[in-house]
């Protein structure tokens, strides 16, 4: 009997299917309530794409954190900012790490274990690395109770699946999750056209425009309302989200997919990428627009400096309009359980003079190491740390007042991404500082907004840092106040078991703090989201004595120093 071949197409299906339902089989869930998404994979986030997915925990902390799958405890984090309390296991038998942040606590015997070390070490924040005989832990053991700490918004789970081998975030939602409802198709918002520099132009300028998408009564997106008409090298871009079913969330879209004249013209698709890479994202978004506006608007053309793995590198998303006729193109959206959106729009080719391009004294390429110097500014960028080649300009403008001690730099006019640090150098106007590490760069913000301390090293009468990004005006100033210690309720300390402390810097901020009990060192914990630092007494650590004497330090970034201390 012959047997008869199956599509190309349905064995890729079958594959697929088959691997999503392996994933499945191997993972327990990490959550043992019904599985509700507050964020995705690979979401757009400042700087990073978002490296797991978010388990909702009902708006509460301490839900029974599990263990996926048989394995060991490999890292343990525990920071006030970050993932906060964070378990990394490692799974021999899959090749894959798991990871688990933002908890509330550890279960019993880890927290003895990091507690030991946290004294060991005499500090609140740890980063350890175990070995495989150390914690092993079993497939749907408890592990954590969920939390809000580090860098959380609200109670969730942060959940992530990792490459062992190459710690490369994977899409969770292949492994875990299979229960999440989705029938909703991804969420249109915008389309952006982005002249390429000095090689095209649309509607007879050479800056990007951006246009809203409208929504008919019925919830389908509207044509654009403004006729676009280009000539030359072009790229678009797009604004979208997902949605899911019964959530008021937002998500990412998995998929993006441009064509024109019906073939295809760019295609990505967010399922991994590496670390060292994820600022990288800085290239796929608009970046102009998102320092401005707060909004992510995805390029379908791939920048010469952009590496991400996330693009089908045979297309890269450049369009040349060349002929006088429309040029008809299709936005297809995908998210992760195959729910699609489409969007059909014109570019009218139309012939149209290119504007002048303004003289550029400071051509930056992305290829090249670049440096720009004046009499009292300098500014380096290694090669490739740009995405692609821009204009700079650097607008120097003296100070008013006694706010700083430098002039004030505009360091480029619009906003541009480096994908890794650039070093820059500013003269002091007015070096009348004995202690000059009290000097810092701060960035000047917008608004009521306070100055951002950057800090730096003194260096040849000015101060040198490293920033990753252009746009934003510098200048220095001085940190000689000490932090200052605040107790709260003092008198309740003893009888409530427990000393809290409220801790405030104005500028450089509080670099290292140490509390201690008749000499003895004791744990203050803190997170990010707070002031309060708390400690809660240890009788096992203190002994039996008497306690007497409570001492507080605390040092901020330039080491001004301040000391509280409190009969007991």
Known sequence: MKL?????????????????????AQYAEPLNIPPALSAGFGELRNNHFHSGIDFKTQLAVNKPVFAVADGYISRISVSPGGYGLALYLDHPELGQTTVYGHLNSFAKHITQYVEDKQYQEESYRLNLHLEPHEIPVAKGQQIALSGNTGSSGGPHLHF????????GPLDPLQFVAKNVRDTQSPDLRGIAFYPIMGQGVVNGSINPTRHTIYKSKAGSPLPLQKKTTAWG????????YDRMNGQNNIY???????????S???????DEFRFDETRMLNSFVDFEDWRNNKSFFMKSFIEPGNKLRIYNNNLDGYITINQERAYPMKYELEDHHGNITTYTFTVHGTQQD???????????????????????????IPK???YTNICFQNTSTPHLGNSYYSNIHEVNNTPVPLHQNGKMWIKITSDTLPQRDKYGVV??????????????TYKNGGLELSINELGNKYAISIDTIAPKIEPLNPQTWKQNGRIRIKLTDDKSGIASFRGTIDGQFVLFSHDSKSTTYTYTFNRQRLGELPIKHFRFVAIDGVGNEAVYEYEL
């Not at 071949?5 to 994933?23: A, Y």
């Not at 090298?233 to 979208?240: C, E, L, N, P, Q």
């Open 233 to 240: 090298t072009i790229g678009v871009g797009v604004k979208a």
């Open 443 to 456: 960035r000047i913000n917008k608004g009521n907004q306070r100055d951002s301390w950057m800090g730096g």
């Open 160 to 167: 992530e699946v990792r490459n062992s081998e190459t710690q």
């Open 354 to 380: 290119m504007p002048l391009t303004p003289i550029c004294k400071n051509l930056m390429v992305w290829k090249s190491d670049n440096k720009y110097v004046c009499y009292d500014f300098m500014l380096t």
């Open 252 to 262: 990412g879209v998995k998929h993006i997919r441009l064509y024109v004249d019906d």
């Open 4 to 24: 008869k071949r199956l599509p190309l197409p349905l064995i890729l299906l079958l594959l697929l299917i088959v691997q999503t339902t392996t994933g499945y």
């Open 264 to 270: 295809l013209a760019f295609s990505s698709t967010i």
């Open 384 to 386: 490739e740390n740009l």
